[in-house]
T-cell receptor
Framework: DGGITQSPKYLFRKEGQNVTLSCEQN?????MYWYRQDPGQGLRLIYY???????QKGDIAEGYSVSREKKESFPLTVTSAQKNPTAFYLC???????????FGPGTRLTVL | RKEVEQDPGPFNVPEGATVAFNCTYS??????FFWYRQDCRKEPKLLMS???SGNEDGRFTAQLNRASQYISLLIRDSKLSDSATYLC?????????FGPGTSLSVIP
């Protein structure tokens, strides 16, 4: 089945540690996105990538980093510089020129 | 002014009721509009696209008013399973903007 996968579903980390969230898609989509959602809030864009080896900062990129070495993969690293990392992280993808984003199931990160 | 605004609700309606949500946007150059549905602790899923001519999918009707810069979603004959948060989305070129969502609870 084609789709977007994110792993793990739940992630716990100690304060001060970096952690990487996985996002993989087999939809052959060019564009991929990372969003953060806090309880009762909308989605906020962290980073996005339109093409392999290229990515741009979104509205809240501070404390996060990404890479796009393969079309299928867009991992997000939450660094220790992110002051309030506990949130629900959603990855999405979209074909180039298309309108509709498709989302992965999300990773719920909790910092202890 | 926020780029996309929605009444957060919650809207609490009885089963069988008709409920309507509005969403306003600030970018007159926005190209496409969508409604997404998000269940609690799940990812958003596309509900329907929104066209100027309006479009209907079963109990759901979406409408776009470019002159007034708002879109609407009408749900007829509400079901318990319609309880969710409804997100308004607008896109321009490759920029995608989500609204904060409107919470709907359908009660028996």
């Amino acid at each position: 089945d084609g789709g977007i996968t994110q792993s793990p579903k739940y992630l716990f980390r100690k304060e001060g540690q970096n952690v990487t969230l996985s996002c993989e898609q087999n939809l052959n989509h060019d564009a991929m996105y990372w969003y953060r959602q806090d309880p009762g809030q909308g989605l906020r864009l962290i980073y996005y990538s339109q093409i392999v080896n290229d990515f741009q900062k979104g509205d809240i990129a501070e404390g996060y980093s990404v890479s796009r070495e393969k079309k299928e993969s867009f991992p997000l690293t939450v660094t220790s510089a992110q002051k309030n990392p506990t949130a629900f992280y959603l990855c999405a993808s979209k074909r180039q020129g298309g309108d509709t984003q498709y989302f992965g199931p999300g990773t719920r990160l909790t910092v202890l | 002014r926020k780029e996309v605004e929605q009444d957060p609700g919650p809207f609490n309606v009885p089963e069988g009721a008709t409920v309507a949500f509005n969403c306003t946007y600030s970018n007159s150059a926005s190209q496409s509009f969508f409604w997404y549905r998000q269940d609690c602790r799940k990812e958003p899923k596309l509900l329907m696209s929104v066209y100027s001519s309006g479009n209907e999918d079963g109990r759901f009707t979406a409408q776009l008013n470019r002159a007034s810069q708002y879109i609407s979603l009408l749900i007829r004959d509400s079901k318990l399973s319609d309880s969710a948060t409804y997100l308004c989305v607008e896109t321009s070129y490759d920029k995608v903007i989500f609204g904060p969502g409107t919470s709907l609870s359908v009660i028996p």
